[in-house]
């Protein structure tokens, strides 16, 4: 078979042409490996900021800004907030943090995905509405929500009516709530993840929502002087306890997995449920008790141990770590402990004779 030279040196040089006239066309195409710029002209680095805010952003590219990106950081968490269109304005909240700074990051994209160097300030944030009534940042407008969210809850029996303008408030580490009359806790209460302490004192609550029992980061609960005729089981899931006062309710009985909050893993110290209707109580499992009240119920038998932190503290009548008094404790052997440690007229039981 005879090979023509003449045609394969033909296609070779069409190959070779081609190849160029495509690098040469390459060679017209604009590169695009220019980032675009972003400065961030409000807020100002260090400025103090309140309660609500907008980011502004001045962001350029030859071939266009797809979309502008920032990140606020309070060292707890962070979050992210877009926009795509100009002018590049961002608002955002402050109404949820607690902390004394922020620092706010942000970046352009172009069409081709590069991106601008972070540009970063920090800020002051003073979001106290009324920084002498007690309490922090959020914590206000959260009491006047809660407040329509109970009455919305009486009229409607739906709580997630208002909630939704509450529910970001995720950083609150404390609600104190005294004499307002909120007969309902709402279920979504557990959004609140952060909570340390939560009191309900003085007001009209008949039960607690089960949510309760995810908030994992509770130290002190206080539901003093309210309608309740239990406690919940779940309390005794709640590890990190330190204060317990359920006093001045109806409470005739104590679940048997209280006694799981005697754990030595657990923290709690002061257990007060005077002013209730028990009729009986084993506290030996609570040997880090410091403080125990118990005064004014129908207590008609005890357990406690003499191992119990309540013995290793000196008596003070005005003061005492383990009250007793008012109770129908009159029997012999109705109070129980492991030890001769006893003394009635200290743990405050009256005069039987």
Not at 4 to 31: G, K, T
Not at 38 to 65: A, F, V, W
Not at 125 to 153: A, T, V
Not at 250 to 267: A, H, K, M, Q, S
């Amino acid at each position: 078979m005879r090979i023509n030279s003449s045609n394969i040196n033909l296609s070779l040089r069409n190959l070779i042409l081609i190849s160029f006239l495509l690098y040469s066309c390459s060679l017209f195409e604009p590169a695009d490996n220019i980032n675009p710029t972003c400065i961030i002209n409000h807020p100002e680095n260090l400025m103090q900021l309140s309660i609500r805010d907008t980011i502004k952003i001045t962001s350029i590219d030859e071939y266009g800004i797809s979309k502008v990106k920032c990140s606020v950081d309070d060292n707890i968490t962070s979050y992210i907030i877009e926009d795509t269109e100009k002018p590049y304005h961002l608002p955002f909240s402050f109404l949820e943090n607690h902390n004394d700074t922020l620092t706010i990051s942000c970046q352009s994209f172009d069409y081709n995905n590069n991106k601008s160097k972070s540009y970063s300030i920090s800020v002051r944030i003073n979001n106290d509405i009324n920084p002498f009534n007690g309490y922090h940042d959020g914590d206000e407008l959260f009491k006047n929500e809660i407040i329509e969210l109970n009455q919305i809850m009486n009229n409607f029996l739906d709580e997630n009516i208002s909630w939704n303008y509450i529910d970001n408030l995720n950083r609150i580490t404390k609600l104190k709530y005294r004499n307002i009359n909120i007969d309902t806790i709402p279920v979504s209460i557990e959004n609140l993840s952060h909570l340390s302490q939560l009191e309900f004192i003085n007001n009209n609550l008949s039960n607690l929502p089960n949510s309760i029992k995810n908030l994992m980061n509770l130290e002190i609960i206080r539901f003093q002087n309210n309608n309740l005729y239990e406690i919940p089981d779940y309390i005794s899931t709640l590890k990190n306890l330190e204060i317990i006062d359920f006093s001045d309710n109806y409470i005739n009985v104590i679940p048997d997995v209280f006694t799981d909050l005697g754990c030595e893993d657990c923290r709690l110290k002061i257990l007060k449920l005077q002013n209730n209707q028990l009729k009986f109580i084993d506290v030996t499992a609570f040997n880090f008790l410091e403080i125990l009240w118990l005064a004014n119920n129908k207590l008609e038998n005890i357990n406690i141990t003499c191992q119990s932190n309540v013995w290793l503290q000196e008596y003070n009548q005005l003061s005492p770590v383990l009250t007793l008094s008012q109770n129908n404790l009159c029997e012999e052997g109705s109070i129980n402990s492991d030890d001769d440690c006893v003394d009635n007229w200290e743990i405050g039981v009256q005069n039987c004779n």
